[in-house]
Nanobody, 123 residues
Framework: QVQLVESGGGLVQAGGSLILSCAASGGSFSSTAMGWFRQAPGKEREFVAGVRWSGGRTLIADSVKGRFTIAIVNAKNTVYLQMNSLNVEDTAVYYC????????????????WGQGTQVTVSS
């Protein structure tokens, strides 16, 4: 059974940075795509960034392009989301998700989800 565990969330001032981690276990991930999503109160869950476990081009949402990057460290079975120049609109619960093959921006296409980690940006 695939398990995803996020960590690294917290409270940060606007303009600051955070690194979120997603530790994956319980499966073979060579043919897996990983995605980061976020959900703010009263809003739908939205795609943030994605990458295939085997590497290749990353996909970054326009709302965070130039500020967020996604990377995989295979030796640690971990996916990272580096978040820079944070603003209050980035406040949300951030989720890590996995699906087979290609990155998708649609949350319904992901099979496995972590429990989420709260990111709060203060002005």
């Amino acid at each position: 059974q695939v398990q995803l565990v996020e960590s690294g969330g917290g409270l940060v001032q606007a303009g600051g940075s955070l690194i979120l981690s997603c530790a994956a276990s319980g499966g073979s991930f060579s043919s897996t795509a990983m995605g980061w999503f976020r959900q703010a109160p009263g809003k739908e869950r939205e795609f943030v960034a994605g990458v295939r476990w085997s590497g290749g081009r990353t996909l970054i949402a326009d709302s965070v392009k130039g500020r967020f990057t996604i990377a995989i460290v295979n030796a640690k079975n971990t996916v990272y989301l580096q978040m820079n120049s944070l603003n209050v609109e980035d406040t949300a619960v951030y989720y890590c998700a996995a699906r087979s093959w290609a990155v998708s921006t649609s949350s319904v296409e992901y099979d496995y989800w972590g429990q989420g980690t709260q990111v709060t940006v203060s002005s």
